[in-house]
């Protein structure tokens, strides 16, 4: 068996900030999409049911496409 190729030290340091990048992403839509969530349901608590469903389905159309 051929030994293994390895990366070059800019490569894998490049892989590293790709993913940190991806991880900062995530972790911005679900802040957002918490705070959609949060608000939409202290409008249904105080009984805005509109407005209750339409910050809902924002936060989840944060999670589409």
């Known amino acids: 068996r051929p030994p293994r190729s390895t990366q070059g030290v800019s490569s894998a340091a490049s892989d590293v900030y790709k993913r940190q990048m991806l991880a900062e992403k995530i972790n911005s839509k679900i802040n957002a999409a918490q705070k959609l969530h949060d608000d ?26």
């Open 40 to 65: 939409g349901m202290a409008a249904h608590s105080s009984g805005d049911h509109a407005k209750s469903e339409e910050l809902l389905k924002k936060a989840l159309d944060l999670f589409k496409g």
